[in-house]
């Protein structure tokens, strides 16, 4: 008889340590992911009955929870909806919330992980359950100018600062309004889903991480930084200048901006190249590095990397090329080169870094109901990307490229800017995509910013980066400098 219920206790044993395994594997490794899942209505139901945190600019909320009459017990509002739908998203009584609603839900609900111990102090106490706040990197006077300078056009603007990689602008054109998505009639806020999935522009999809388009020229000073780090270039290294070169293996003709050669002599710099912003030169420099080390330097400033910061970063494209003509053209951003505006401030700030690429952030930190800090942000490299020689000679190129170049849009009085525009094509009959990065003051970087603008600005192809979207970053510039 002992024998049995030694036996019959040991089985009991293994099934109380196997449920107690598997809950705690459950609650503490695999919690988040279940409570981020859209399928996961009940978390969603559940949230609802806790006060949830805020989402806070600056320490004023531009995402809070206020009590209601109705079965939800709160109501979440958007007090600036417009100028932060980009950032906040949106938290709806139907389907997954958006943006950081949605990547820091757990935080929000007080349902992460690091929230287990309050939880059970709250079942205990039977105090009331609050979800903690999150402080982004956001600075108000940027994000207000961002959203103020790119106007009607449709495209983004994200500014970043090159030593810690917080992200302080972040704007998306088309914009929406959160509000009318987290209201608790299920069925207007369907109908106002349905309604901005069929806007044009869709300004659902947060473009300045989530669309991707070929970065035109501002992608040579990521080939000139593969240049100048293989130590077989200098800026005063020379290529063939015509007006027009036919691509190897090809009847495909390319051409500079111009139409003309690049400058007037029988050669070009790679110094001219960029700061006039020729296609040839930077062609016959894009065939004669190779498609392995223009990759390389590629993602050593991020490109065909999955960032989370911690909404999801579509990753920027340089897929390689085994064809010297796709190759020839990637050197100016074309091809099937594809990049984020995110990315492409990250290039500029990489550079205003001395070399060094900082890891993006949106998440400032985390504060617990009575506003203690339980997370804080912590700078993180990415990684070197260049040599500080090689940063220094890119910051001379973009500067002289704002000071005499094509990026002379850009310029402001009594500051130093660093920058490069680009125009990058599409179809054959398709408005271009006008792009501008770069940072300032060159000689001492605070801001690196990034301008995308679709649908060539409204002018078809008769836009371009200078005249578009350098303008937009000055403004934006400006506006930072003279807080």
């Not at 240049?227 to 077989?232: I, V």
């Not at 002599?265 to 062609?283: D, R, Y």
């Not at 680009?422 to 398709?430: F, I, L, N, R, S």
Request: charged letters at 15%.
């Amino acid at each position: 008889m002992n024998r049995e219920i030694k036996r019959v206790s040991i089985v009991v044993l293994c099934m109380f340590l196997a449920l107690f395994v598997s809950t705690s594997i459950i609650q503490v490794g695999v919690s988040d992911s279940l409570n981020a899942d859209g399928r996961n209505t009940r978390t969603l139901d559940d949230s609802y009955q806790v006060q949830r945190g805020s989402i806070l600019v600056a320490g004023k909320p531009v995402a809070e929870s206020v009590p209601s009459t109705d079965a939800y017990n709160y109501q979440r509002e958007y007090p600036q909806g417009l100028l932060y739908s980009a950032v906040t998203g949106f938290f709806p009584v139907s389907g997954a919330p958006t943006g950081i609603e949605g990547a820091m839900n757990g935080e929000l609900s007080g349902t992460s992980s690091d929230d287990f111990f309050t939880q059970l102090q709250n079942l205990m106490t039977g105090k009331h359950p609050q979800g903690n706040s999150v402080e982004l990197t956001i600075d108000p006077v940027a994000q207000q100018a961002a959203y103020d300078a790119l106007g009607s056009q449709q495209g983004a603007v994200v500014v970043i600062e090159p030593k810690t990689g917080r992200i302080l602008a972040m704007v998306s054109k088309p914009d929406f309004d959160p509000n009318t998505l987290a209201v608790h009639d299920v069925s207007k806020v369907d109908a106002a889903y349905q309604k901005l999935l069929d806007a044009s522009g869709s300004p659902l999809i947060n473009k300045s991480i989530n669309e991707l388009n070929p970065p035109g020229s501002t992608m040579k000073p990521v080939v000139t930084s593969a240049a100048f780090e293989s130590g077989d270039f200098t800026k005063d290294s020379t290529f063939p200048n015509p007006a027009s070169l036919t691509l190897p293996g090809t009847d495909t003709t390319i051409h500079n901006a111009s139409f003309t050669s690049c400058g007037s002599g029988k050669t070009a710099s790679i110094e001219t190249a960029q700061v006039l912003s020729c296609n040839i030169p930077m062609a016959e420099l894009g065939m004669k590095l190779g498609s392995s080390a223009i990759k390389q330097q590629a993602e050593a400033y991020g490109f065909n990397h999955q960032f989370s910061i911690p909404m999801r970063v579509s990753p920027s494209v340089y897929p390689g090329y085994t064809d010297l003509a796709p190759l020839a053209m990637s050197a100016f951003g074309q091809a099937d080169d594809k990049a984020t505006p995110l990315q492409m401030a990250m290039v500029s700030a990489g550079i205003a870094n001395g070399g060094v690429v900082m890891q993006p952030t949106l998440v400032q930190s985390v504060l617990t109901p009575d506003l203690q800090v339980r997370e804080s942000f912590q700078a993180k490299e990415f990684g070197r990307a260049i040599s500080k020689k090689t940063a220094d000679t890119e910051t001379q190129l973009m500067t002289e490229g704002v000071d005499s170049g094509v990026a002379s849009n850009a310029r402001i009085d009594g500051v130093e800017v660093a920058g490069k525009t680009g125009t990058a094509q599409h179809g054959a009959d398709d408005p271009y995509t006008l792009w501008f990065t770069g940072f300032a003051p060159a000689n001492n970087p605070q801001y690196a910013i990034a301008v995308m603008v679709d649908n060539g600005g409204g002018l078809g192809q008769d836009g371009d980066g200078n005249s578009v979207a350098a303008p937009i970053a000055k403004k934006v510039l400006e506006a930072v400098l003279g807080k």
